[in-house]
């Protein structure tokens, strides 16, 4: 009976944050932000230059997702499922990292991910007019 009424309560709670879980403006090419949109709702307008940094901070991980370089020596964050299967791969029989944890306290400390590349978008290009210039119809 309790699991009954534990199930709606939570039915209930989801229901209400809904609302809440919306998107602000969608997805967007880093080439084409939405820039009256930000000035109209957050007064901000981003330069070229914030543009370009925010741009070249955004990495997309080898083995699938993404992350974001957020410190001038290329420090990573991304999600946990992002870097679980690296974590599982520097894990020993005698130290579950994936359980306990890991910190390193200086650059030597740091583990290696020997088979892991992030990729950075470093330009973006449109290339519809030459592609369709080689479409033969």
Known sequence: MKAVVLRRLVLVAMLFAAPLALADE??????????????????????????????????RFSTGGSGSIVSPDGLVMTNHHVGSDNIEKLSTPDRNLIKEGFLARSRAEELK????????LCTIEDVTDRVNADVKP
Not at 27 to 48: A, G, I
Not at 113 to 120: A, G, K
């Open 113 to 120: 991910c020997e088979d892991l590349e992030l990729l950075v």
């Open 26 to 59: 969608g997805m967007w090419l880093l080439n084409r932000p939405p820039l009256e949109h930000l000035k109209k709702t957050y007064n901000f307008v981003p330069d070229s230059a914030w543009l370009e940094h925010f741009q070249k901070s955004c990495v």
